[in-house]
């Protein structure tokens, strides 16, 4: 029985959700269902207005990807996070989704899944390793088995980290494809791993 991988993700500009795409298509190319949900603004139109194009790319990327639900947790073998890099840290829109999981929790019912994460950042040296360490804590609080990429693909000497994907999107405007060979060689590790790991 092929593995359940849900990538949860929240994008603004589309870098991030790049990535996601990629993670879904390395999962699927090992056989494995996918869910990609995208997480919801925790803002209003009124602040929205202060960055161009945001309501209308949350809107379009609304309409392409359903919101997260615990229950989409709670079905999958497999959990991928991927986040933009804010002050250095996960998106708080993200973490709002995180924060839902406590029930699931509670009752033990994550622990023993795959986990991973990745991120996209603006600039050099903007925390894409930094966001994806800062999700790693969460991961084992959840109980989930981390699976990096490490450096166990000949993708990882060109791009991303050996904690997972990245991009940096202020030089070019979408992530490179050596920053999407990473990312879909990072979904199908987790696939495998996921398959592995489920009872």
């Known amino acids: 029985m092929a593995a359940k991988i849900l990538i949860v993700f929240y994008s603004r500009g589309g870098s991030t959700e790049a990535l996601a795409k990629a993670v879904a298509e390395g999962a699927q190319a090992e056989g494995a269902e996918v869910r990609l949900r995208r997480a ?19 809107a379009n990327m609304n309409a392409l990807y359903e919101a997260p639900t615990p229950d989409d947790a709670a079905w999958a073998d497999g959990i ?10 996960p998106s708080s829109e993200l973490r709002a989704y995180i924060e839902q999981l406590g029930g699931l929790w509670f009752a033990g019912k994550l622990a023993g899944k795959a986990g991973s994460a990745f991120a996209s950042t603006q600039s050099f040296h903007g925390g894409n390793e930094g966001t994806i360490l ?28 050996p904690y997972g994907a990245s991009t940096v999107t202020g030089v070019v405007a979408t992530p490179s494809e050596d920053d999407l060979a990473v990312a879909r060689y990072q979904g199908q590790r987790v696939a495998r791993v996921a398959g592995l790991l489920r009872p």
């Open 80 to 89: 991928v996070f991927g986040s933009p890099t804010r002050f250095g840290s």
């Open 134 to 161: 800062q999700l790693y804590p969460t991961l084992a609080h959840l109980g989930l088995i981390i699976v990096p990429t490490g450096y166990t693909d000949g993708s990882l000497f060109k791009a991303g980290t």
């Open 40 to 58: 919801r603004e925790l803002v209003g139109p009124e602040v929205m207005a202060h960055a161009p194009g945001w309501a209308e790319a949350a």
